[in-house]
């Protein structure tokens, strides 16, 4: 290429560009307002995990992780755990229950019990 200005002009976009998509609203191509990042909370007494908590995989494998990072699955027997106890009040609750959405909504995941079903053959 030769140095010609559309090269600098491309340049200046490149550099202009990113901080112009962070500073923008999040819509989708239509035009919808994105759905929000949940609020993560024990729904008993509110307490707020952070990321240096973790849950054990008990009595299953035995591994230790923050099972908000994973939305319950056991990184280590890949267990889908459907209750969570809070490690502030002890209360035993249902997964999905600790995330708060910002609209009001909850987790469209309809998880019904740690109980595996049973199929008949």
Not at 31 to 59: H, K, Q, V
Not at 66 to 90: I, M
Request: glycine content about 8%.
């Amino acid at each position: 290429m030769t140095a010609a200005q559309p090269e600098d002009s491309s340049r200046e976009e490149i550099v202009r560009s990113p901080c112009a998509a962070l500073a923008a609203p999040q819509t989708s191509t239509l035009g919808a307002e994105m759905p929000r990042e949940p609020e993560i909370y024990c729904p008993e007494c509110e307490w707020r995990p952070g990321p240096d908590d973790r849950w054990s995989c008990l009595p299953g494998c035995g591994t230790s992780w923050n099972t908000f990072w994973t939305g319950g699955l056991c990184p280590g027997c890949q267990y889908k755990w459907l209750r969570t106890q809070c490690l502030a009040c002890g209360v035993v609750s249902l997964h999905k229950d600790w995330y708060r959405y910002p609209d009001g909504e909850q987790e469209s995941n309809k998880e019904q019990t740690d109980v595996p079903e049973t199929v008949s053959t």
